[in-house]
């Protein structure tokens, strides 16, 4: 089993453009989040989806938008990058019904907006 | 202000030395306390997960402890080896649905020979 796989590994962006970020899990994970990571910030939470055709916003969801294709895949979109929006993201998933599953991450999308 | 607070926020240790990393929070109500590990470019990994009723846990030489009653728990790392250079992050979830969490900002840990 892979995990969850996301892709690309990096990308840099010049402001205004957009991009998606991919994310697929093979664990048969009902609920799927994306998360920021910033220097001296703790991994914040931008949306999650507690279950296939579902979606919620998270701490900080402006400038982003989601898409759960199906129950593997959660996608997040920028629309018009911006250089606050640089970051490490980090697609996770759980299983939802489990009050002590973890969260299982993926390998983060380094990401420059300049 | 953060509702999980990690102290320190970054150390370095000898390889073979042992050390302590604390986690106070504030969240409640609390459902249980989980502590992940983070190599450099990779994403975090659970290591251990305590629950309201549990005071210790190990798991190989990462040991947790939990006092619910002051809200603090502590990772020991005991012998610690090169690969244990990482970032520790301490995970409240909140009692409840939605898997509410609330992250620490990490403890940076360097293991140098």
Redesign the interface.
């Known amino acids: 089993n892979a995990g969850?796989t996301q892709t690309p590994k990096f990308q840099v962006l010049k402001t205004g453009q957009s991009m998606t970020l991919q994310c697929a899990q093979d664990m048969n994970h009902n609920?799927m989040y994306w998360y920021r990571q910033d220097p001296?910030?703790?991994?914040?939470?931008i949306y999650?989806s507690?279950s296939e055709g579902t979606t919620?916003k998270g701490e900080v969801p402006n400038g982003y938008n989601v898409s759960r294709l199906n129950k593997r895949e959660f996608s997040l979109r920028l629309e018009s990058a911006a250089p606050s929006q640089t970051s490490v993201y980090?697609c996770?998933s759980?299983a939802?019904d489990r009050?002590?599953s973890?969260?299982h991450?993926?390998?983060?999308t380094r990401l420059t907006v300049t | 202000k953060?509702q999980?607070e990690q102290s320190p926020q970054s150390l370095i240790i000898l390889e073979g030395k042992n050390c302590t990393l604390q986690c106070n929070y504030t969240v409640s109500p609390f459902?249980?306390l989980?502590w992940?590990k983070q190599d450099t470019?990779?994403?975090?990994?659970?290591l251990t997960?305590m629950?309201f009723s549990e005071n210790t846990k190990s798991n190989g030489r990462y040991t947790a402890t939990l006092d619910a009653d002051t809200k603090q728990s502590s990772l020991h790392i005991t012998a610690s080896q090169l690969s244990d250079s990482a970032s520790y992050?301490c995970?409240v979830?909140l009692l409840g649905g939605?898997?509410r969490?609330a992250?620490?900002?990490?403890n940076q840990v360097v293991v140098i020979p």
Do not use: C, Q
């Open positions: 969850v609920s001296g910030m703790g991994l914040r939470l999650y507690a919620d980090f996770a759980s939802r009050w002590d973890p969260l991450f993926g390998n983060g | 953060n999980v459902s249980n989980r992940y470019g990779r994403g975090p990994v659970s997960i629950t992050i995970v979830r939605n898997n969490l992250f620490g900002k990490g």
